[in-house]
Structures are given as C-alpha cells and as structure tokens.
C-alpha cells in the first residue's frame, strides 16, 4: 500500500528540515510539526500515513499522542525517533503502538527500508480487514472427471504461472469464481493479495470508488480516504466478477488501468501505480455486447488475453452423479445427519433434469435433500 503523506514531529529544526528534504524527495508530501500541540493540530485537520515522532518534545513525552491516535478515524502508523535510545524506551514505544523505533541521525538507507516495511505492513492490515467482512465460499474445490473439466483444469495449471490477463466465461452457477481462485492458488502470485470485486452487485455510483478509491472530501460521505480495491491488490491479484455489468464510461477508465497499471482516487490527482494480475469473469457473451454497442471493443480484446469457457452442467452429464455424491459427503458432516446415499429413483431424477442454475443449483438441491430427508436415503 503506497504511504503518500507523512507528519514529522521534530524539535530539532535542522533534523527536522533534513528529514522533510529525503522525504520529498522520494515524493511523499510531508508536513511539518515542532511539538505536541502543533502535531494535534496537523492531526485534527488532516489524514497521515505516517507519522514520525520525537521521543522527547519541549511540551511532553511523544509517546504520549499514541493513545490519542488510537481514536482517529484513520490513524497513521506511528515511528518513534530519538537521539538517546533505550531498549526501555523503545519497550514502551511499541507497547504503546509504535510500528517502529530508530535512533537519530538516521540514514536514508535506513529511513527507506522502514518506509517500505510500513508500506508492506499496512497492505497485509488492509487487506486483512477487507477478507474478514467478507465471507469465504465453502468448498473450492474445481470438481469433475469428465473430459471437458480435465481440459479446463489443464488450461488453468498452464495459464496459472503466467502474467496473463484471463477472461471467464460460463453460465451463472457453473464455477466461474473456482476457476478464478485456482488460478491464483497455483500462480506465482498465490502468497500475495487475492481481491474480488463483484461488479453486479455494485451501484453505479460507487463502483469507481470501489476500484480506485477516494480522496477525503471527494463527495458527500467521503469522510476520510479510502483506499480502492487496485491498491489492494498490489503485487497480487483481482478478481473481476461478471465484469460486463460496468458502464461504460467506468470501462474507459478500467481500459487505462489495464494498459497502464495506473489511476487516480475520486477526487484525488496523484497517480497511483499497482503491479496486479487481473482476472475477470462474465456470463454474458462479451462478443455479442461488442456488437451491441454494450461493451467496448477495446477492452474486450485487452480482458479476452487468455479465454476460459467454463461448461455448464447439461453438457457434462457424467459429472451429475459425482458431483451429488460428493455434495452429499460435504452436507452430512456439516449437519450432523445421516444419509445412507442416493436412491436410484433420485438418481435417475437428477440425470434427467436440466440444470439451468448448473453446479449451484445442484448443491443447493442436494443440501435442502439432506435437511429434509433426515436419517434416511433419498
């Protein structure tokens, strides 16, 4: 996650001009503070990224603003600097959130490895929060024994270890989202950040602050900044879910993205760079919305990289059976019921069905099965 604005909080006049001239020249925008009360008052009138603060100030402790940060809304990271170090000191200023201690005069080489550590840090932190308000499908895994599931988990170990842009296409229900994440699971970028974005189920008006982000005051509730689902990305991968449903407007800045690796937040003109595979997924034919004017043929050739056409179900029929054993496994365990398995009457029933929701509606059918059927076979 990129750190844009940094607060000095430095006594020192000399140390403190020294400090402010490294760091622009790296291009952060920084801000000067010669005590606690200017500090307070950068604080209430701004949002930071970092903050580096003196130990000893002419009007108190530094380490004593720590506790005030915990209430801000967006509270920077914290790195304590002092001319007279202690391993009691630097206790104290980590117990009391510090994310880091250096002792002055500090060299670049120094300064530029914590800078990237906090940058690195406050990727894993964000990315963390955004996982934890989401909930994580269970049972991921891509399943199927016939010929046209092996092809498709061929073309995904190949295109995996690539950089590729892959486009997924698939009726509603049929693993789109399993190919996604198996093609992150097995890519060089597996340890990295995995960020999805379901572009349906966003309102138009908010789907670029989603993708990129916002400035501060860039709209009525901008309220603080907020970083968008690209950053979050950096150096991992995101997930397009049914990428058709943007508009167009929003799909000529997404091209740029695409192209240059590169955006600005909503309100925001700092061009923000982000090294991120993209994936997207669709269950519309993207060549027919070309034709209808629906989607630009521009960035339909940038996503259509690698293509991935996902079967449904009425078209691997050898899957039905399996794929409701295994479902029937999974939902037992999971509700502590018995079933002694499948009747051939219900077999035969679920070959002869057509499917239209495909693998979900086959999972759904067979947990309301193993819900109503009881301790029975069904």
């Known amino acids: 996650?990129?750190?844009?604005?940094?607060?000095?909080?430095?006594?020192?006049?000399i140390a403190r001009k020294n400090l402010d001239q490294q760091l622009r020249k790296w291009n952060y925008e920084v801000k000067q503070a010669a005590s606690l009360a200017?500090?307070?008052?950068?604080?209430?009138?701004?949002?930071?990224?970092?903050?580096?603060l003196d130990v000893d100030l002419p009007d108190g402790h530094g380490p004593d603003i720590l506790k005030e940060i915990q209430n801000h809304r967006q509270k920077p990271m914290v790195i304590m600097s002092t001319g007279f170090g202690s391993v009691d000191s630097a206790v104290e200023c980590i117990k009391a959130g510090a994310f880091d201690y250096l002792i002055k005069p500090t060299s670049p080489q120094q300064l530029e490895i914590t800078l990237k550590k906090a940058e690195l840090f406050n990727q894993l932190v964000q990315v963390n929060h955004y996982h934890n308000s989401i909930d994580e499908d269970e049972g991921s895994e891509l399943l199927g024994r016939?010929?046209?599931?092996?092809?498709?988990r061929k073309l995904i170990r190949t295109v995996a270890r690539t950089q590729a842009t892959v486009l997924i296409q698939g009726e509603n229900g049929t693993g789109k989202e399993l190919v996604a994440k198996a093609l992150f699971r097995e890519s060089p970028r597996k340890d990295k950040p995995y960020i999805k974005v379901n572009c349906a189920a966003i309102s138009e008006n908010l789907i670029e602050s989603e993708f990129f982000g916002h400035e501060k005051g860039a709209f009525t509730g901008a309220v603080s900044k907020r970083v968008g689902r690209f950053e979050l990305a950096d150096?991992?991968?995101?997930?397009l879910d049914?990428?058709?449903?943007?508009s167009l407007p929003l799909q000529t800045k997404l091209l740029?993205?695409?192209?240059?690796?590169?955006?600005?937040?909503?309100g925001g003109n700092r061009t923000i760079r982000v090294d991120v595979r993209v994936i997207a997924t669709t269950n519309r034919d993207l060549k027919q919305s070309v034709r209808n004017n629906e989607f630009r043929e521009d960035l339909f050739f940038r996503l259509n990289v690698i293509p991935i056409q996902v079967p449904p179900l009425r078209d691997r029929i050898d899957d039905i059976i399996y794929l409701a054993d295994h479902f029937l496994k999974r939902f037992t365990r999971k509700n502590g019921i018995k079933v002694a398995g499948l009747s051939q009457r219900c077999q035969d029933a679920l070959l002869k069905h057509n499917w239209p929701g495909n693998v979900r509606e086959l999972q759904n059918s067979i947990e309301r099965g193993v819900i109503l059927c009881g301790d029975a076979k069904f």
Request: net charge negative; hydrophobic share 45%.
């Open 242 to 246: 049914e990428i058709s449903e943007i």
């Open 38 to 52: 200017d500090a307070r008052r950068h604080l209430d009138s701004d949002a930071f990224d970092i903050l580096i």
């Open 235 to 239: 150096t991992g991968t995101i997930l």
């Open 1 to 13: 996650m990129q750190i844009e604005k940094i607060l000095i909080v430095e006594d020192d006049l």
């Open 256 to 266: 740029r993205v695409l192209q240059e690796r590169e955006f600005e937040r909503v």
């Open 146 to 152: 016939t010929e046209q599931m092996k092809q498709v």
